[in-house]
Each structure stands twice: as structure tokens, then as C-alpha cells.
């Protein structure tokens, strides 16, 4: 399971919303090998008021915190932030200083979904990549 909610400031992140997501999903299916239909994202576009972030940054300037399953290797967890790096610079033509990456990692039986706790549920993909 991998959830990701993604913040920057409303009148660019509402632009890029759609393109975005599936950039992301793209580079968790590559790293991650999730599912293709297996997609939780969640966009926060915020008034530039309430969104303070470091000099050198620009109005492009995104957080994507990702909060997932315990499980998979330090290589394949910074495969996935180079993949995110990457393509949503090309994709979107964003300077890599306008993007930040934050994974988080709980233990499956801290996850309850489909009625269940997760390390009781029967996954149909490998969380151990």
C-alpha cells in the first residue's frame, strides 16, 4: 500500500494536477511495482498565503509526501525519488529544486483497508521489492 498526497500552491498545482498524478504513478509502478490501477493521491493546492517554503524556489514548487507499507529496500526507495526527480522535470519542466519527496514508512499492521488489518490481507503485488 502506498498513499501520496501532494502540496503546492493552488493556481499552479490546479494546472498541473492531472499530469502530475500520473507522472508519480508511473514512477511507483516502475519502482515499486505496483499494480497500474492501484492509484491514491491526494492534492492539497494551497493559497499562496499559507504555503511558506525555502528562497530559490518558485511558485512550482511541490512537497509529495508518500506513506507506505514497511518493506521495500533502500535502493528501490531512492530509485523511486530518482524517478520522480526525472520525470516530473521533463514531464512538467520543473527545476529539481521545486520538487521535494518525503517517504514515510509504517508497519502492515498499522493499515487497515478493504475492511482489514494489513498485514492480515493477502496483497496482490510484493511489498518486499
Known sequence: MAQVKVYGVKENLNLVKA?????????????????????????????KADFYYPEGRT?????????????????????????LFQRISQGLDFSVQDIEINISETPKHNWGFRGSVGDELELNYKVEV
Open 59 to 83: 511558485n512550482n514548487y511541490i512537497i509529495i509526501e508518500i506513506s507506505m507499507m514497511e518493506g521495500r529496500t533502500v535502493e528501490t526507495k531512492k530509485q523511486l525519488i530518482r524517478l
Open 19 to 47: 499530469e502530475l498524478s500520473d507522472l508519480i504513478h508511473s514512477c511507483v509502478v516502475d519502482a515499486l511495482k505496483f499494480p497500474v490501477n492501484k492509484k491514491a493521491h491526494r492534492f492539497f493546492p494551497l493559497d
